[in-house]
């Protein structure tokens, strides 16, 4: 079983300065990574797919970056409404499943 | 666009079964896709539960594999999810998602609480 581990648990800045969240997975995933943003009382929102491709109107201030185990998430120029928590996910193959990391929380400092 | 609705019992008592129901519209269930079940537990992380493409054919995390079926109705553009033996760690808010390599489309989320 493949295990994803998210550093920092928690993230403390301001608007406008660049959040870099890690995801480790524990052997090599190629680039079948997710990033998702979840917010209280929302549904997870979609925001990177395969690693490094936006999803569908995910502003160019979000990218990923990375493969096999370790990946990266920047937020370049925090916006007040980018202060949520962060999963990455990968899928595996065989067999077909998937596994989220524990969260990063993104707080205002 | 895309929209899919969880549907079901917000409570359930102990040894129960959890059974919960998300309708899709906007989309068919029968395009080529999978759907997926996560929860997430209060004051903690994302967990998958398991999906279902058209045909039927399923996968489950292993870890809830022997007490979840995952169902597809194609007549009515939905897919179930029954849970059995529900404890209080069954406690959750439960989502449903379109499932193509990651999930792009969920649900808003049904909080079921198991207690009697």
């Known amino acids: 079983e493949i295990v994803l581990t998210q550093s920092p648990a928690t993230l403390s800045l301001s608007p406008g300065e660049r959040a870099t969240l890690s995801c480790r997975a524990s052997?090599?995933?190629?680039?079948?990574l997710a990033w998702y943003q979840h917010k209280p009382g929302q549904a997870p929102r979609l925001l990177i797919y395969?690693?490094?491709n936006r999803a569908t109107g995910i502003p160019a201030r979000f990218s990923g970056s990375g493969s096999g185990t370790d990946f990266t998430l920047t937020i370049s120029g925090l916006e007040p409404e980018d202060f949520a928590v962060y999963y990455c996910?990968?899928?595996?193959?065989?067999?077909?499943?998937?596994?989220f990391g524990q969260g990063t929380k993104l707080e205002i400092k | 666009q895309v929209q899919l609705q969880e549907s079901g019992p917000g409570l359930v008592e102990p040894s129960g079964t959890l059974s919960l129901t998300c309708a899709v519209s906007?989309?068919?269930?029968?395009?080529?896709?999978?759907w997926s079940w996560v929860r997430q537990p209060p004051g903690k992380g994302l967990e998958w539960i398991g999906e279902?493409?058209?045909?039927?054919?399923?996968n489950y995390n292993p870890s809830l594999k022997s007490r979840v079926t995952i169902s597809v109705d194609k007549s009515k553009n939905q897919f179930s999810l029954k849970l059995t033996s529900v404890t209080a760690a069954d406690t959750a808010v439960y989502y449903c998602?379109?499932?193509?390599?990651?999930?792009?489309?969920w649900g808003p989320g049904i909080l079921v609480t198991v207690s009697s």
């Open positions: 998602a379109r499932d193509d390599w990651a999930f792009d489309y």
């Open positions: 906007g989309d068919s269930i029968s395009s080529n896709n999978w």
């Open positions: 279902i493409y058209e045909s039927g054919t399923t």
């Open positions: 052997q090599s995933v190629s680039s079948y």
């Open positions: 395969d690693a490094s």
């Open positions: 996910q990968i899928r595996s193959n065989w067999p077909r499943g998937y596994t």
